[in-house]
């Protein structure tokens, strides 16, 4: 089965060494979901979700509570938020799949594209948590993000919904 760059990073989790921030619930004012996040990423809440980005710059990650009531507008709002951060999707190589994710149901589409350091991996996850959807945003410099991936994947996995 053909995998999205999210959902084969989080198989890798089993290697990951890295060290790890204080459990995060997001967003702050009513929480849908926590997360734990290595220190090192700087990882920040914003108005919906929280973001960080790899030590060594190769990797941007966000988690936020989608505004969308479906997945197609969901990845249309996604695609727009890329654009406006200067990201480009090549919509042919579009790989979509389905599974869960800490029991959870999960949606993943990824891309090959650039961003302002040329050549990038782009991911879009919609996860449903309760009756919320949460949205995961990638994108990596191809090449260097393989460094990463332990890290993405210890991210991913430590998703689950707030108390």
Same mark, same amino acid.
């Given at each position: 089965?053909?995998?999205?760059?999210?959902?084969? *990073?989080?198989?890798? @989790? @089993?290697? !990951?060494?890295?060290?790890?921030?204080?459990?995060?619930?997001?967003?702050?004012?009513?929480?849908?979901?926590?997360?734990?996040?290595?220190?090192?990423?700087?990882? #920040?809440?914003?108005?919906?979700?929280?973001?960080? !980005?790899?030590?060594? &710059?190769?990797?941007?990650?966000?988690?936020? *509570? +989608?505004?969308?009531? &479906?997945?197609?507008?969901?990845? #249309?709002?996604?695609?727009?938020?890329?654009?406006?951060?200067?990201? !480009?999707?090549?919509?042919?190589?579009?790989?979509?799949?389905?599974?869960?994710?800490?029991?959870?149901?999960?949606?993943?589409?990824?891309?090959?594209?650039?961003? +302002?350091?040329?050549?990038?991996?782009?991911?879009?996850?919609? *996860?449903?948590?309760?009756?919320?959807?949460?949205?995961? !945003?990638?994108?990596?410099?191809?090449?260097?993000?393989? #460094? &990463?991936?332990?890290? *993405?994947?210890?991210?991913?996995?430590?998703? #689950?919904?707030?108390?």
């Amino acid at each position: 089965m053909h995998r999205t760059i999210l959902a084969s *990073v989080a198989a890798a @989790l @089993l290697f !990951t060494t890295s060290a790890f921030a204080a459990e995060i619930s997001f967003p702050s004012d009513a929480p849908v979901a926590t997360m734990t996040i290595p220190d090192d990423w700087g990882p #920040k809440e914003t108005e919906t979700g929280i973001d960080a !980005t790899a030590p060594d &710059n190769s990797i941007y990650l966000a988690v936020d *509570v +989608a505004t969308a009531d &479906n997945t197609e507008a969901t990845v #249309k709002e996604a695609i727009e938020y890329l654009k406006e951060q200067g990201v !480009t999707v090549d919509a042919a190589s579009a790989k979509q799949d389905e599974g869960t994710l800490n029991g959870m149901p999960l949606f993943t589409i990824s891309w090959s594209g650039t961003d +302002a350091d040329g050549p990038a991996s782009i991911g879009l996850a919609a *996860v449903t948590v309760g009756d919320k959807n949460l949205v995961f !945003t990638y994108w990596g410099t191809q090449g260097e993000e393989d #460094k &990463n991936a332990e890290a *993405v994947n210890a991210i991913m996995r430590s998703l #689950k919904p707030a108390n």
